[in-house]
């Protein structure tokens, strides 16, 4: 890899970049300022068509997998070598805001753009990717476009998926015309020679230490865990506090434990988060007697990790044992955290001493696509600030001075990459 300095002259199109960001913020299933693309909904083929033309218009070459990641290229003249990757996902959550993703799929063309104006000409080819179904909407499972591409899940797995209708992954992608074997996705050994993906920071270190680019060092390992419990039901008036099994008490006991597990794990990187939490029957009058939880954990550490997993555990087999109720534990998921290249981090954090931009080394706690290319490529990530920390929500917001910074710099880095 290159780490020389660059005479390239790269001027970022911020107003069109910007126009393309709104744009794409329209096709949604609910209206503005509220962004919705479900994995392979009507929005979600919308919004694929959108980046297609984008990618025609750049003069790009395309090309889909079987699972729908989009591939644009511009080819090296010396095609046969590993590519250069960046890009990032356009399917968003309900109630989502406009940049989550779309900064890193938009904001890679707007940079290779940039290159072509400046008159680059890459030796290794240079590749946007759309991912698929970066967020866990449609199947409770994130990533699974990058899952497919790096072998992190298998293809029995991805077929069992089903959605709360109790479709499958098979039957959605061929409604939305994507075909061949599942097999197929999974990226040739050495296919790329670098990934960088830029994007908001969706927390709010940087705008905080008023830094414009941050550097991704480290991406967070997420797992997920869904617990059912059982206890017994009754009239809210009739059943006597001291014989009660009440199952949603046990789960406020574990809600509460994973809070205090996350704080007391021994790393500053331990999250969790109960963010699913049902009862049955869910009427005023009655004593719960089932309750279900989803619960996230993540760190950059795994024996952090480890050791809040044993404290939510081990509190949740107390209270349930107190309680006289029934529990069921399970993991749905347990990815182990990532580490930028650090090689490529150099890059991108020299890139920006050289453009006078100030840059802080990071450790990103949401889990991206470029988790998953870290384990089939050298990857870093650009991070660049976004209000208050703000996304998912939409009020989601980065400005336009700073997605400028994040797409110059991808630009710069990328082109260092190829050359």
Same mark, same amino acid.
């Given at each position: 890899m290159s780490s020389k300095k660059s005479e390239l002259k790269i001027t970022i199109d911020s107003a069109g970049l910007g126009r393309r960001i709104d744009e794409l913020a329209l096709i949604s299933e609910a209206p503005a300022p509220v962004v919705t693309r479900v994995l392979f909904s009507e929005a979600d083929r919308r919004g694929r068509e959108y980046v297609r033309r984008a990618a025609r218009e750049a003069g790009l070459a395309l090309r889909e997998d079987a699972v729908g990641n989009i591939f644009a290229r511009?080819?090296?003249? #010396?095609?046969?070598?590993?590519?250069?990757?960046?890009?990032?996902?356009?399917? !968003?959550?309900?109630?989502?805001?406009?940049?989550?993703?779309?900064?890193?799929?938009?904001?890679?063309? #707007?940079?290779?753009?940039?290159?072509?104006r400046a008159g680059f000409r890459p030796r290794r080819p240079l590749e946007v990717v759309m991912f698929t179904a970066e967020e866990p909407t449609r199947f409770g499972l994130g990533c699974l476009g990058s899952r497919l591409m790096a072998g992190s899940i298998s293809v029995e797995k991805a077929q069992a998926l089903r959605d709360r209708e109790g479709r499958t992954l098979d039957e959605l992608r061929t409604a939305a015309g994507c075909s061949g074997p599942l097999a197929s996705v999974r990226l040739p050994t050495g296919y790329y020679h670098a990934f960088v993906e830029l994007h908001i920071e969706q927390g709010p270190i940087l705008e905080a230490d008023g830094i414009p680019i941050g550097i991704v060092e480290h991406i967070a390992g997420p797992s997920s865990y869904r617990v059912t419990l059982h206890g017994e039901g009754g009239h809210a008036g009739a059943v006597p506090m001291p014989v009660r099994h009440d199952a949603l008490l046990?789960? !406020? *006991?574990?809600?509460?434990?994973? #809070?205090r597990a996350a704080i007391t794990s021994?790393? @500053?990187?331990?999250?969790?988060?109960?963010?699913?939490? @049902?009862? #049955?029957?869910g009427a005023v009058?009655?004593?719960p007697f089932k309750a279900y939880? *989803?619960?996230?954990?993540?760190?950059?550490r795994l024996d952090t990790r480890s050791k809040a997993l044993a404290i939510i555990r081990s509190s949740a087999e107390e209270a349930c044992a107190r309680r006289g109720v029934r529990m069921?534990?399970?993991?749905?998921? !347990?990815?182990?955290?990532?580490?930028?290249?650090p090689e490529t981090v150099a890059i991108a954090e020299s890139v920006c001493a050289e453009l006078g931009l100030r840059s802080l080394r990071m450790v990103s706690r949401a889990y991206h696509d470029s988790l998953f290319m870290a384990r089939v490529s050298p990857t870093t990530m650009v991070f660049i600030p976004c209000r208050n920390g703000w996304s998912h929500r939409p009020e989601e917001y980065a400005s336009p001075e700073h997605i400028a910074w994040g797409a110059e710099v991808l630009a710069h880095t990328l082109a260092r990459l190829a050359t």
């Open positions: 511009w080819e090296g003249s #010396e095609p046969g070598l590993p590519a250069v990757g960046s890009g990032s996902h356009t399917d !968003a959550i309900p109630n989502a805001g406009r940049y989550d993703g779309v900064v890193g799929v938009l904001g890679a063309f #707007e940079a290779l753009a940039a290159l072509k046990a789960g !406020a *006991e574990i809600a509460l434990a994973v #809070e021994g790393s @500053r990187d331990t999250v969790g988060t109960v963010g699913v939490f @049902r009862i #049955e029957p009058n009655s004593v939880l *989803e619960i996230d954990l993540r760190d950059a069921e534990f399970e993991e749905i998921n !347990a990815d182990p955290p990532a580490a930028g290249d």
